[in-house]
């Protein structure tokens, strides 16, 4: 596992947009060199994973409910992982982690096998 900080979240109104990013709490890790996913967890729900990139073919995965509106991204010269929120809905509202590696992300979205998960980045959405 790759200890990871986010940052970026904060107060949004429905419709608005954030941006969050990760990045190795150690420099010396390469990001770019790594798969890496985005779990939210709402108060009183499970966490979920709603987007990951892959080193093949550069692929992405995005939990319907997010698709076309979420986009992630690396920012290599920043060794840092984006995810892009436009449109914001009240649903969107959670703490938000990025976590590196995850696997098995097909149909079910991207696994996560270890247990350090941060303190992540909280996303709030309200009118």
């Known amino acids: 596992q790759i200890h990871l900080v986010e940052s970026g979240g904060g107060l949004a109104r429905p419709g608005d947009s954030l941006t969050l990013s990760c990045t190795p709490s150690?420099?010396?890790?390469?990001?770019?060199?790594?798969?890496v996913g985005w779990f939210r967890q709402a108060p009183g729900k499970k966490r979920e994973g709603v987007s990951a990139?892959?080193?093949?073919?550069?692929?992405?995965f995005y939990i319907d409910s997010v698709k076309g509106r979420f986009t992630i991204s690396r920012d290599v010269a920043k060794n840092t992982v984006v995810l892009q929120m436009d449109d914001l809905k009240v649903e969107d509202t959670a703490t938000y982690y990025c976590?590196?590696?995850?696997?098995?992300?097909?149909?079910?979205?991207?696994?996560?096998?270890?247990?350090?998960w941060g303190h992540g980045t909280q996303v709030t959405v309200s009118p």
């Open positions: 150690n420099s010396s890790f390469k990001l770019r060199l790594y798969n």
């Open positions: 976590v590196s590696p995850v696997e098995g992300w097909g149909s079910m979205g991207p696994v996560y096998q270890y247990d350090y």
């Open positions: 990139i892959s080193l093949s073919k550069d692929g992405r």
